[in-house]
């Protein structure tokens, strides 16, 4: 089961949709960006995408999926 992003108001990670959420985790679990396309039946190029637009709700300093599962961890949203 996935782990929940945690629900307080001032978190930016109330700011993405379900299925940016769902990437995160997944993510955060260590899985590659094709290894997430394949599980979610869509293209590896829509999974850099959303991520691109995650890392860019969560932070405008935000560049690479390691600095997105930092965040989460250090800040308690994962």
């Known amino acids: 089961m996935y782990r929940a992003i945690a629900a307080e108001t001032t978190q930016p990670a109330l700011k993405l949709t379900e ?3 769902e990437i995160l985790r997944l993510v955060s679990d ?3 960006n094709a290894e997430i396309a394949s599980g ?4 590896r190029e829509t ?7 995650i890392f860019h709700k ?8 390691t ?3 930092v965040l989460l961890v250090k800040n308690g949203w994962l």
């Open 47 to 53: 999974v850099k995408s959303e991520l691109k637009r």
């Open 30 to 32: 260590g899985l590659t």
């Open 58 to 65: 969560l932070s405008h300093e935000i560049r690479n999926r």
């Open 19 to 21: 299925r940016e959420k």
């Open 40 to 43: 979610l039946l869509v293209a």
């Open 67 to 69: 600095q997105a599962a």
